[in-house]
T-cell receptor, first 114, second 114 residues
Framework: GDSVTQMEGPVTLSEEAFLTINCTYT??????LFWYVQYPGEGLQLLLK?????DKGSNKGFEATYRKETTSFHLEKGSVQVSDSAVYFC?????????????FGRGTSLIVHP | NAGVTQTPKFRVLKTGQSMTLLCAQD?????MYWYRQDPGMGLRLIHY???????AKGEVPDGYNVSRLKKQNFLLGLESAAPSQTSVYFC?????????????FGPGTRLTVL
């Protein structure tokens, strides 16, 4: 079946540091790939997405590129802020089988210190 | 446009008690989902629905029942609560034909079973 593996946290950074959170996936079809963010005490919300190979999703300074050859969708940000402290989930949705049941990674906690 | 709402936000139950969690969405989405989130476990799918009047089991359905009598509402029931059901419950909805599988999440219900 489909699966998503993302790096374990917590990731602890100082403000203005560079961020990378690794995400790799396995899927039988041609999935869409997502990053969701969960701020403390809230539900998940979409951060960015990519629907086909070589697409780059971007939002709020975050970027991720859909790499089919390495089955990866790593999240990056050039300069993190304290307000970016949250849990980040990588996910895929593979509708090739007619089912829209997404697969989520376990989440990576990011802590940014001033 | 409220998006996805969940009631209640918090609840404390005693073992053996029953309760119903309500999820409502105003985006006319066909698909709705119930997840539970536990530390270190990520999101796990309990039940889902692909349209009004339909329900299906997810990864961890035991001890839960659901109903989708109206398109905009998805109810999650616990008939006899157990301490193992202490968790944060999230509802989500999507319309794959309009939103490319993006999931829209509610704010969560924090349930404690004593």
């Amino acid at each position: 079946g489909d699966s998503v593996t993302q790096m374990e946290g917590p990731v602890t950074l100082s403000e203005e540091a560079f961020l990378t959170i690794n995400c790799t996936y396995t899927a039988t079809g041609y999935p869409s790939l997502f990053w969701y963010v969960q701020y403390p005490g809230e539900g998940l919300q979409l951060l960015l997405k990519a629907t086909k190979a070589d697409d780059k999703g971007s939002n709020k300074g975050f970027e991720a590129t859909y790499r089919k050859e390495t089955t990866s969708f790593h999240l990056e940000k050039g300069s993190v802020q304290v307000s970016d402290s949250a849990v980040y989930f990588c996910a895929l949705s593979d509708p090739s089988g007619g089912s829209y049941i997404p697969t989520f990674g376990r989440g990576t906690s990011l802590i940014v210190h001033p | 446009n409220a998006g996805v709402t969940q009631t209640p936000k918090f609840r404390v139950l005693k073992t053996g008690q029953s309760m119903t969690l309500l999820c409502a969405q105003d985006m006319n989405h066909e698909y709705m989902y119930w997840y539970r989130q536990d530390p270190g476990m990520g999101l796990r799918l309990i039940h889902y629905s692909v349209g009004e009047g339909t329900t299906a089991k997810g990864e961890v359905p035991d001890g839960y029942n659901v109903s989708r009598l109206k398109k905009q509402n998805f109810l999650l029931g616990l008939e006899s609560a157990a301490p193992s059901q202490t968790s944060v419950y999230f509802c989500a909805s999507t319309d794959p034909w309009r939103s490319t599988d993006t999931q829209y999440f509610g704010p969560g219900t924090r349930l404690t079973v004593l």
